[in-house]
Nanobody
Framework: QLQLVESGGGLVQPGGSLRLSCTAS????????IGWFRQAPGKEREGISS????????EYADSVKDRFSISRDNAKNMVYLQLNSLQPEDTGVYYC???????????????????WGQGTQVGVSS
């Protein structure tokens, strides 16, 4: 029924930028909060950023604060994550996740999300 698909990953040099996209189908994304997560091989999944349904508020992990920026376009059923000043430690698979919730909420906890995309690979290497 519903599906989330990430895109925009790639390989960049340290200091480079990428813009990741998350596209929803089968449901109206504006009814859902969105989180972005990442996972390096052999590492635990890390919550990066979250955004409320109407983009009134956002949340960022300390590891990406002031470098990454989350946004959404509900008319397009899409959410974005702008990655700036990338460093090798940012390497990993990046996932978007969604949860339908009727009240104000942001979360970097993966347990708070119901639906997940398959991820897009981000590599940062010199």
């Amino acid at each position: 029924q519903l599906q989330l698909v990430e895109s925009g990953g790639g390989l960049v040099q340290p200091g480079g930028s990428l813009r990741l996209s998350c596209t929803a189908s089968g449901f109206t994304l504006g009814h859902y909060i969105i989180g972005w997560f990442r996972q390096a091989p052999g590492k635990e999944r890390e919550g990066i950023s979250s955004i409320t349904k109407n983009a009134y508020d956002t949340e960022y992990a300390d590891s990406v604060k002031d470098r990454f920026s989350i946004s959404r376009d509900n008319a397009k059923n899409m959410v974005y994550l702008q990655l700036n000043s990338l460093q090798p430690e940012d390497t990993g698979v990046y996932y978007c996740a969604a949860r339908r919730i009727p009240y104000y909420f942001t979360s970097l906890n993966s347990d708070d999300y119901d639906f997940w995309g398959q991820g897009t690979q981000v590599g940062v290497s010199s």
